[in-house]
């Protein structure tokens, strides 16, 4: 990455990483998914109120093409953290219990990943209602709704409260607020989440200060048998046809086989995949979805240094895009140079990329588009 600054302040880097919180009933198998995403090696149940921690590399075949060209001394791809939690409860209604730190990390996380088990094995026992998938998912959406319910009625008393001793220059605004949380807590005891609600802009800003959960983007992961990985793309399909109204993301594997698939040396993993006729490793496909799921994109730097993939939202503007790379950069911005991936790969290199004229100069709201190779020029 070559960085042009007039200041004297040091260059020191950081990157966005997004937190996917990972939620399933008990023997879904979502610690084996978390196993196999992360290569981190967590015994299934065997921690019973802790969380684990882990970064999944999202992959990005445009890095190897940089990498040859440029010959940096550091390849850095995009990454995206996983939580695992402890199991939920039954999914029985009126039965949730999260502890402080759960509920803390569902409000803080990016969206949620729902491990469904889809698989039929005897010899592992089935969670009190969520025997079929269908009665997961049903189960969870009533968990989260109950946390929701809750946060609300809360904001509900402590606004009920305040206009009590309210001033009059106060009250418009209290009574606007109690209106909206009130409509938004009938809404969802008749199981409508907050995501599927008709909110206004300024409404949905309001509510951002309660980070409710069922306002958050959702990945339904159908964790299946091995004997079902044939035919994933299938059920995928399938489900996705039954989900899509709820705006949820889906993804079919097999958890276990994954996870066992991961500890393997990319040669061996290649070759076993090959034989079983897994196009794509689950860790990837799941990458892949996350970013989907949470409408993220990437621009890439590339240098003698570094060639590195950066997230960020769809249409981020130039200037908000560099504050990614560092606030400094953000703060002191003069403009980006910009060429798409496909147009430097055709000319072969920068300089050509130039001569054709297809390096182009942009300003402070130019939207950045996936796969757009940018310096940065700034002065602080």
């Not at 999202?58 to 940089?66: K, N, Q």
């Not at 035919?231 to 594997?253: F, I, M, P, S």
């Amino acid at each position: 990455m070559h960085l042009v600054c007039q200041g004297h302040s040091p260059i020191l880097l950081y990157w966005l990483v997004m937190d996917l919180l990972i939620l399933g009933f008990p023997q879904s198998g979502k610690t084996s998914l978390f196993s196999a995403l992360t290569h981190r090696q967590v015994a299934a149940g065997g921690y019973s109120g802790g969380t684990s921690n882990g970064v999944a590399k999202v992959p990005d075949e445009r890095l190897a093409t940089l990498t040859a060209m440029f010959k940096p001394q550091k390849v850095t791809p995009a990454e995206i953290q996983y939580i695992d939690t402890p199991a939920m409860g039954g999914g029985r209604k009126n039965t949730s219990a999260l502890s402080g730190e759960l509920l803390n990390l569902m409000q803080g996380a990016d969206a949620l990943v729902h491990v469904v088990r889809a698989f039929d094995n005897p010899a592992v026992p089935v969670a009190d209602g969520a025997a079929t998938p269908e009665e997961a998912i049903v189960g969870m959406d009533l968990e989260l709704a109950m946390v929701d319910l809750g946060i609300l009625e809360r904001r509900i008393d402590r606004l009920t409260s305040s206009l009590r001793g309210a001033k009059a220059t106060e009250r418009a605004g209290i009574e606007k607020e109690l209106e909206l949380v009130n409509r938004v807590h009938d809404a969802l005891e008749s199981e409508i989440p907050v995501y599927k609600q008709e909110i206004s802009k300024e409404g949905r800003l309001v509510l951002a200060n309660f980070n409710l959960i069922t306002a958050k983007p959702m990945m339904v992961v159908l964790n299946v048998g091995e004997d079902e990985v044939a035919n994933t793309a299938k059920l995928e399909a399938e489900w996705r046809d039954k989900l899509t109204e709820q705006g949820r993301v889906v993804v079919a594997l097999c958890a276990e086989l994954e996870m066992e698939l991961a500890e393997l040396s990319n040669e061996d993993e290649a070759e076993f995949r090959g034989s079983l006729g897994i196009e794509e490793p689950g860790r990837d496909h799941v990458a892949r979805a996350s970013y989907d799921l949470l409408g993220l994109i990437s621009f890439l730097t590339a240098g003698p240094d570094e060639v590195r993939a950066w997230t960020i939202t769809k249409e981020t503007p130039a200037q908000k895009a560099a504050g990614k790379i560092h606030s400094d950069i953000e703060r002191g911005f003069i403009r980006a140079e910009v060429v798409t991936y496909d147009d430097l790969i055709a000319a072969g290199s920068l300089a050509e990329a130039k001569k054709v004229g297809k390096f182009r100069l942009e300003g402070k709201t130019y939207p950045m588009q996936d796969g757009d190779v940018v310096n940065f020029l700034f002065s602080v």
